[in-house]
């Protein structure tokens, strides 16, 4: 069964006539990315030519899905804006709150046990509301979507930094905060500056043990983490043909990465298979009616350079193996330049662990293609050296992968088969050493790998790569174990290689499963269901609006923390065993910027309290600064709030009395889920004014009765010596952000307007 099919017959009825008309009015030809945000504009008569990277567009996005870690606090913010049902197809996925401990037949059953509040809750609210319910197991949240929901020209939002996955199937999808997704599920505009355009044209075919994979971690490293702010990648070329939908999709999941609005890939023949293979023939064949408006048009394909604000070029043919890492993901190195570079950056060369699944790699092809080197191992009688673990990507994977014998071609080596869920990769690995900060490597299939992020401990050194080339490391035991070049000792003690992997792009007697855990949304009368949230829950706590702005300036606010270096929303607001906490914003904030290294003194979670002289947790100072009704402010470096899309690490600072982030550079999400939230978020006019702040600063904010599109900010620094230093400070609030900053948030100005 297809499932929206009402909608999405609607939706290509009305697609073709939506992009001629665009075409007409701004008056040459479409990038594949511009025809699908002009097809999904709020108000078809505001459409004009916009400016990329600088005009504040509204859209009409076709759906939502909800991760079920977010889901919590975006359907918490919905239950407070006095809807009935939501306005579009929305999906809430439980799985990010299953642990990885011992394997799926473990772990499942604890986790639908510790976690029963929270699942509850959650399939109450999407039973009340009518939302699609994805029970714990069911798989990991956009490779379901990938499967069940995705569509060529199609326009989602998640409450998840990844949901740029179904960029594989041609749709765009941009990962969101709570209140964004709030805003499309209540039928308010969604608001999303209009991005510009990299184009990236792919020619040649990957062979050997390259693979999709190492096509974007290739692109990390060239454009790093900041490259796609504010920009939507868009991949063209006879390359773009050559790889499975499945593999479009972990280019499109990683493009988060590198901050991208998202990334997609146009309508092709791989796209129709995929659909068809999936059950869903019929989108196949609505996509194919107007499959000449699924691509762009053909004046920019032959010149890009003229349409794309820049243009990338890679040669699939000549794309090697990566290892990204340690702690950043564009840290793009070739397997073979492994041997040299790690002994020189003293990385631990044993391999201990190699991961494979995540939502960037979970697909049948990607276990398939990992399965073909597992069998290796045994038919080539290796010993392996490093353990092995593997989370299917859905249901529905899982099913077919133990019926073709995957599972136990991993299982034959010892791997562990974990539960259809994000676990490792979300940080909720329960991994079994005896020293938990030791110094050690591990090889992943995820897209994430900052310090701390999979096991806590802040030595472990996580490099990203793909799944064959995770497993051939694993068995090697080696971090500069080159599976094309070298070669492994057999328990004979002669000298084996490893032959290329290889893998159906899907299953040769087609996908099987025989329960999905899906339930589908609710058709009758809700009114009488009831979403109960104890009060005395340690989980769950329904939210209180934010007081709005009283009109004033934000005068002698003290330094909460300055911080150094990279400061991700993991150091905002940690996952692991934080996530619990996740739909009760007063127990999360508890982890305020805990993070995050106090540029004075180098060290995470201890900050100076201005009223005692005392060094404590971010949090217990902020929450002594709000019990004495101050006002405080962080001062951060670039890239502020990179990584996901946790509205948490905007709501945290702002529920504990934080009413200004100043930055040198902010990351999208990050900073529109702060605006989101009533938090002021600026920026330095001159970077280097970042060296002025001291640690026993207090701190003024002015020229907030002159706040208005374009206008400038002005800070003064009041230091404890009795000296001032004042400095400019710019913003990108637009009339609308404005107004959700007077307001308290943004959903206080929807409800005070509705």
């Keep these: 069964m297809v499932l929206d099919i009402e909608m999405l017959r609607t939706f290509y009825s009305s697609y073709g006539h939506k992009v001629a008309s665009a075409r007409n009015i701004v008056g040459h030809p479409l990038t594949y990315a511009e025809k699908v945000l002009f097809a999904h504009l709020y108000d078809d008569g505001a459409l004009k030519p916009f400016r990329r990277g600088e005009d504040y567009v509204d859209f009409r996005p076709d759906r939502v899905a909800m991760q079920d870690a977010t889901a919590q606090m975006a359907l918490l913010q919905f239950m407070n804006a006095g809807k009935s049902r939501v306005a579009v ?219 794309y604000d820049k243009l990338i070029d890679i040669d699939l043919s000549t794309i090697e193996p990566h290892l990204n890492g340690p702690f950043t993901p564009d840290a793009a190195t070739t397997i073979s330049e492994m041997r040299t570079k790690g002994p020189r950056e003293d990385y631990p060369m044993t391999v201990e662990v190699g991961l494979i699944g995540s939502c960037t790699n979970s697909s049948y092809q990607d276990l398939a293609r990992a399965a073909s080197v597992a069998r290796q191992a045994v038919e080539k009688n290796i010993k392996v050296k490093g353990q092995i673990i593997i989370n299917p990507g859905s249901e529905q994977i899982r099913f077919t992968a133990e019926r073709d014998g995957l599972l136990d071609d991993f299982r034959r080596i010892g791997a562990v088969i974990m539960t259809n869920a994000c676990g490792p990769c979300i940080g909720q690995w329960h991994r079994h050493t005896d020293d938990p900060e030791r110094k050690n490597a591990i090889v992943t299939s995820f897209n994430r790998n900052f310090r701390r992020r999979a096991d806590g401990n802040p030595n472990t050194y996580a490099f990203i790569g793909s799944p064959e080339l995770t497993m051939a490391l694993a068995i090697a035991g080696r971090l500069d174990f080159n599976p094309a070049t070298d070669t492994l000792l057999d328990a004979d003690g002669k000298a084996v290689m490893l032959d290329a992997p ?96 106090n540029a004075f003194n180098g060290e995470s979670n201890k900050v100076l309290c201005q009223t005692d002289g005392q060094y404590k947790a971010v949090s217990a100072v902020a929450k002594l600064y709000k019990a004495q009704w101050l006002s405080s402010i962080v001062v951060a470096e670039d890239n502020y709030g990179e990584g996901s899309s946790r509205e948490h690490a905007a709501m945290e600072p702002r529920f504990l009395g934080v009413k200004v982030v100043l930055a040198k550079s902010f990351a999208r999400i990050h900073e529109t889920n702060l605006k989101k939230q009533g938090v002021l978020a600026i920026t330095f006019a001159d970077k280097a004014s970042y060296d002025l702040v001291r640690e026993d600063d207090r701190i003024s904010v002015t020229r907030l009765s002159q706040f208005a599109p374009g206008s400038t900010l002005n800070v003064t620094l009041h230091h404890s010596d009795g000296t001032t230093e004042s400095f400019a400070a710019n913003h990108t609030y637009n009339a609308t952000q404005i107004e959700w900053f007077k307001a308290g948030s943004a959903l206080n100005f929807v409800m005070k307007n509705k």
């Excluded at 127990?587 to 910027?593: C, F, G, P, R």
Aim: net charge negative.
């Design 89 to 307: 197809p929305a999906t809430v996925h439980c799985d990010h709150l299953i642990k990885a401990d011992n394997g799926v037949e473990e772990d499942l059953p604890a986790a639908k046990k510790v976690n029963s509040e929270v699942y509850d809750f959650l399939r109450s609210v999407s039973e009340k509301y009518h939302i699609g319910f994805w029970a714990p197991g069911a798989g990991i949240i956009h490779q379901v979507v990938l499967e069940n929901y995705a569509f060529p020209g199609g326009m989602m939002v998640g409450t998840d930094s990844h949901t740029p996955n179904a960029g594989g199937l041609g749709m765009v999808a941009v990962g969101v905060g709570g209140a964004d997704a709030v805003d499309v599920l209540t039928a308010q505009p969604w608001e999303l500056k209009m991005p510009r355009l990299i184009g990236v044209r792919l020619t040649g075919e990957l062979s050997g043990w390259a693979s999709p994979k190492d096509v974007i971690l290739e692109i990390l490293g060239q454009l790093t983490v900041k490259g796609g702010t504010n920009a939507i990648l868009e991949y063209f070329g006879p390359g773009a043909a050559t790889i499975s939908t499945t593999g479009k999709a972990t280019i499109c999941n990683m493009g988060a990465e590198l901050g991208a609005t998202c990334s997609l890939f146009a309508f092709d023949d791989n796209a129709a298979d995929y659909l068809c293979e999936t059950g869903r023939s019929e989108v196949a064949d609505m996509a194919r009616s107007c499959a000449a408006d699924l691509q762009a048009d053909s004046e920019v394909y032959d010149n890009p350079e003229n349409y």
């Design 502 to 597: 290889v893998g159906d792009v899907f299953p040769p007697r087609g996908f099987e499963v025989k329960d999905k855990g899906f339930i589908a949304p609710t058709d009758g009368d809700t009114s009488k269901i009831e979403v109960v949230i104890a009060p005395t829950s340690d989980r769950l706590q329904k939210l209180e609006p934010f007081e709005a702005w009283d009109g004033n300036d934000f005068t002698d606010m003290p330094l909460l923390i300055k911080t150094k270096g990279k400061c991700t929303t993991d150091h905002i607001s940690m996952a692991g065993p934080w996530l619990k906490y996740r739909g009760h914003l007063q127990n999360i904030s508890d982890n305020l910027l805990m993070g995050a290294v």
